[in-house]
């Protein structure tokens, strides 16, 4: 697990990851919540005490999170009168935690 979370921490291999997730709808079998859940363990300081994530990962996890939203955006102004369905509800459930993690791990110097 700690190997493959390395590895995952690696700029080029998260816009790898990224790009391939992008390549199928967000709803799809929960692959963005799936994602996501994947990489807010890449982004937990505490799998890995050694980590500083670096900018990019952050820039790169940001804009991808902001397209989600987006789509979640127009979605929940479509859908006033009804429930979102389960994986729906799963993805922004996901994306409130991922953003959680992301703020945990944003180093003290790019908060102020």
Not at 18 to 33: D, H
Not at 88 to 101: D, H
């Amino acid at each position: 697990r700690r190997e493959v979370l390395s590895h995952m921490r690696r700029q080029d291999i998260a816009a790898r990851l990224c790009a391939l997730v992008e390549s199928v709808p967000y709803l799809t079998c929960n692959v963005a919540a799936k994602f996501l859940c994947v990489m807010r363990l890449v982004l937990d300081a505490r799998t890995c005490r050694k980590f500083e994530p670096p900018l990019d990962i952050f820039s790169l996890m940001a804009k991808y999170v902001q397209r989600i939203a987006d789509g979640l955006l127009n979605l929940l102004k479509l859908t006033k009168d009804k429930c979102l369905d389960v994986r729906e509800q799963t993805l922004c459930a996901e994306v409130a935690s991922f953003m959680t993690a992301l703020i945990a791990s944003t180093p003290i110097s790019v908060n102020c």
